[in-house]
């Protein structure tokens, strides 16, 4: 069965401090990897989308990584700002029909 | 430029009622979808459309109808509303479908409590 699976389910870290985001995945065959961010009452939005050739992708302080092999793929803040309190999401597509395959998230919470 | 405005944000309603979850946007995207956002679990697709006129289903979507009349427009019609239709409904578009490497632009939601 196609699944996504995130860790932490939750993090707390201090305004400043470095951490990352955890996605595993069983979706087969793979098309690309989308991480996601989503503040407290708002919809995603998008931070990264990584096809199966791309191993590293920036967006200011977020970088996403993406083993293919190994079907994982990570999420690192640099520098947490309060404004990165938020959930992350990992959205991987699978490759035959497309389907969306959602991960339930990491909730982040940055204290000053 | 407003991207994709959902309306309205809260509503109740009692079971068995009907009403339309309205989505606009204004990026003159063809792929517009609508998910619904339930705690512990990821987006579940309940409708989408690749253009006017053309609709389909997604992984859950007993209790819900949609129509794609303009570019525009995706409103989400619930038929007779239960209690396990209380959830967080997102409206997305994005400019061609998932099998493109483009993101989904999303709306800021509604959120739907059925009593």
């Known amino acids: 069965k196609n699944q996504v699976e995130q860790s932490p389910q939750s993090l707390i870290i201090l305004e400043g401090k470095n951490c990352t985001l955890q996605c595993n995945y069983t979706v087969s065959p793979f098309s690309n990897l989308r991480w996601y961010k989503q503040d407290t009452g708002r919809g995603p939005v998008s931070l990264t989308i990584?096809?199966?050739s791309e191993n590293t992708k920036s967006n200011g302080r977020y970088t996403a990584t993406l083993d293919a092999d190994t079907k994982q793929s990570s999420l690192h803040i640099t520098a947490s700002q309060l404004s990165d309190s938020a959930s992350y999401i990992c959205v991987v597509s699978e490759g035959s029909n497309y389907q969306l395959i959602w991960g339930a998230g990491t909730k982040l919470i940055i204290k000053p | 430029n407003a991207g994709v405005t959902q309306t309205p944000k809260f509503q109740v309603l009692k079971t068995g009622q009907s009403m339309t979850l309205q989505c606009a946007q204004d990026m003159n995207h063809e792929y517009m979808s609508w998910y619904r956002q339930d705690p512990g679990m990821g987006l579940r697709l309940i409708h989408y459309s690749v253009g006017a006129g053309i609709t389909d289903q997604g992984e859950v979507p007993n209790g819900y109808n949609v129509s794609r009349s303009t570019t525009e427009d995706f409103p989400l019609r619930l038929l007779s509303a239960a209690p396990s239709q209380t959830s967080v409904y997102f409206c997305?578009?994005?400019?061609?479908?998932?099998?493109?490497?483009?993101?989904?632009?999303f709306g800021d939601g509604t959120r739907l409590s059925i009593l």
């Open positions: 997305a578009s994005q400019e061609q479908g998932p099998y493109s490497n483009q993101p989904q632009h």
């Open positions: 990584m096809t199966f």
